[in-house]
């Protein structure tokens, strides 16, 4: 058999393990054989001293293209502009070793994913929501202060109330193209007169929402910060759960018994916690990150300890221009696993291969025969050293090498 790449020599984590020195071989975007054995291939990589895993994922951002972090004054945007500026972010995730990331609300990202697709564009491989669902008054409609049909027309954001009109928007969503619905179930950080602790959309409603994805053959992931809120998805028959910082122990209880992971999003509250005045974050945004910090770290803990699937999302959805939190800086997520959360760095590397893969349903994730083909090479060691993670030299997505010695392959 011929192979179409091989990575040899690296010392290897397979998402769940480390098995030591091994060659892997890939052939039609898969890996088709993990062994010391030494054989052929068209490409050959040598990986002698680095670490080879899965690549990484990050399993909540908004690839919206936009830079500041005050949404009052930047959600005016054209999404021409937008979508341009985001196609530097793809590039940048791509070298930083992200093969997939999945859009939790940005409409744009349904044409990326198509262009990263198409091969116009280089970037991880996009799993998109599309429009995001929320009710009148809800986490979707940043500003309340603003006259309501500007905030429809703005157009971020699917708005619904009652069931029919969820029903309506959760197809409307669908026909754009969305590989999955996501919904605000609770109020939020960064929009304006909601609070976190304040349960939206009704169980009938997200229930309406559930039942249109689950015909469609997908899933919902909701927003989800109050206990209550959370609770009221979780039951409506919701998948993965966004942010969680409010839960409580009988809740976090019930996601392990249905099987829900857990997304903290450290990053984006790390952002806003230490850097949100000097980026230009809102007050109320500024006003509301303390508490749900400070209940989010207790929450993770508690994650960790009941066992429940916890996977990495990084919430960033605008440029930073900070040194240590930026887009095609996703990583931080992991460290911050590691930091605040008391995951060993081989759980914190799981988190963010094998867990998203699995709870995102994807045949990624793991190095493993069949597998699909999508490998990071890291001149260093993260399970010795977490930050190391940043040290990505060569991607693998899909069985092709999109990035050699640090650098995009282009071949458009
Ligand atoms: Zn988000």
């Not at 564009?121 to 409609?141: D, L, N, S």
């Not at 597998?371 to 260093?380: E, Q, T, Y």
Request: include cysteine.
């Amino acid at each position: 058999m011929q192979y179409d790449v091989a990575i040899k020599n690296g010392n290897v984590f397979t998402g769940t393990e480390f098995i030591g020195k091994m060659n892997i071989y890939i052939s039609n975007g898969k890996i088709s054989k993990v062994s010391k054995e030494d054989l052929n291939a068209k490409q050959e990589i040598d990986a002698k001293d680095m670490l080879v895993m899965p690549g990484l994922i990050d399993a909540h951002m908004h690839i919206s293209g936009l830079k500041g972090g005050s949404l009052l004054k930047i959600m005016f945007e054209k999404p021409e502009y937008r979508a341009l500026r985001a196609t530097k972010w793809l590039e940048k995730l791509l070298l930083a070793g992200f093969t997939t990331v999945r859009d939790c609300g940005e409409p744009i990202s349904i044409s990326l994913k198509r262009a990263v697709n198409e091969g116009y564009i280089k970037g991880p491989k996009i799993i998109a929501a599309g429009k995001p669902i929320t009710q009148t008054f809800g986490h979707g409609e940043f500003s309340h202060d603003i006259p309501l049909e500007f905030s429809i027309s703005l157009g971020f954001s699917e708005i619904c109330d009652g069931t029919e009109s969820c029903i309506h928007a959760a197809r409307k969503v669908l026909r754009d193209g969305s590989d999955f619905i996501k919904i605000f179930a609770t109020g939020g950080v960064l929009s304006q007169r909601d609070r976190p602790d304040m349960p939206q959309l009704s169980f009938d409603e997200i229930r309406a929402i559930v039942n249109e994805a689950e015909k469609a053959g997908t899933y919902v992931a909701a927003h989800a910060h109050g206990d209550k809120g959370a609770r009221i998805a979780i039951e409506a028959g919701i998948k993965t759960l966004e942010h969680g910082s409010l839960l409580k122990e009988d809740t976090l209880k019930l996601m392990l018994e249905k099987n829900i992971s857990l997304t903290p999003t450290l990053t984006i509250t790390e952002i806003i916690y230490k850097y949100g005045k000097t980026i230009g974050v809102d007050e109320w945004g500024l006003e509301k990150i303390v508490e749900v910090r400070e209940n989010l770290h207790k929450v993770l803990r508690k994650a960790k300890e009941l066992g429940i699937t916890i996977i990495t999302g990084t919430d960033m959805g605008f440029e930073t221009g900070l040194e240590d939190y930026d887009i095609g800086k996703n990583w931080t997520e992991i460290l911050l696993l590691t930091e605040v959360g008391g995951l060993s760095n081989e759980e914190a590397l799981r988190a963010a291969t094998y867990n998203s893969a699995k709870a995102l349903g994807l045949n990624s994730g793991l190095i493993d025969e069949g597998k699909d083909a999508d490998i990071i090479v890291i001149d260093g060691n993260p399970l010795e050293n977490i930050k190391d993670v940043s040290k990505v030299v060569h991607v693998i997505k899909q069985g092709k090498l999109e990035v050699l010695d640090g650098k995009i392959i282009n071949n458009y």
